[in-house]
């Protein structure tokens, strides 16, 4: 059984910074790529970053370009969300997300808008940015 569970979220004053974590298990985690989402009261859900199985390559959405970082560690199955200079608008819960199937493409066309269907979800944590 796949399990993705988030930690790291809470309170922060705008500018300051937060480091999500993602622990991944039920399954050979180096093989898929990951996602971090995130949704706000009353609106949808929207793409954050993503990054590759292969070669790691990494998107983001223009929203956190340049304030996000997002890594993995395949040994400790573990992919990462550092978040700087945050802003209220960044105020959400933050999902940590992965494909039902390995290998492919999926962080590039998640990137690109295609919807985050046929996945494994984390239960989210909560980020909270004060003015």
């Known amino acids: 059984q796949v399990q993705l569970v988030e930690s790291g979220g809470g309170l922060v004053q705008a500018g300051g910074s937060l480091r999500l974590s993602c622990a991944a298990s039920?399954?050979?985690?180096?093989?898929?790529?990951m996602g971090w989402f995130r949704q706000a009261p009353g609106k949808e859900r929207e793409f954050v970053a993503a990054?590759?199985?292969?070669?790691?390559?990494?998107y983001y959405a223009d929203s956190v370009k340049g304030r996000f970082t997002i890594s993995r560690d395949n040994a400790k199955n573990t992919v990462y969300l550092q978040m700087n200079s945050l802003k209220p608008e960044d105020t959400a819960v933050y999902y940590c997300?992965?494909?039902?199937?390995?290998?492919?493409?999926?962080?590039?066309?998640?990137?690109?808008?295609?919807?985050?269907?046929?996945?494994?979800w984390g239960q989210g944590t909560q980020v909270t940015v004060s003015s």
């Open positions: 039920g399954r050979v985690f180096s093989s898929y790529d």
């Open positions: 997300a992965g494909p039902k199937v390995a290998g492919g493409t999926w962080a590039r066309e998640w990137a690109q808008g295609s919807p985050a269907s046929y996945m494994y």
């Open positions: 990054i590759g199985w292969r070669g790691g390559s990494t």
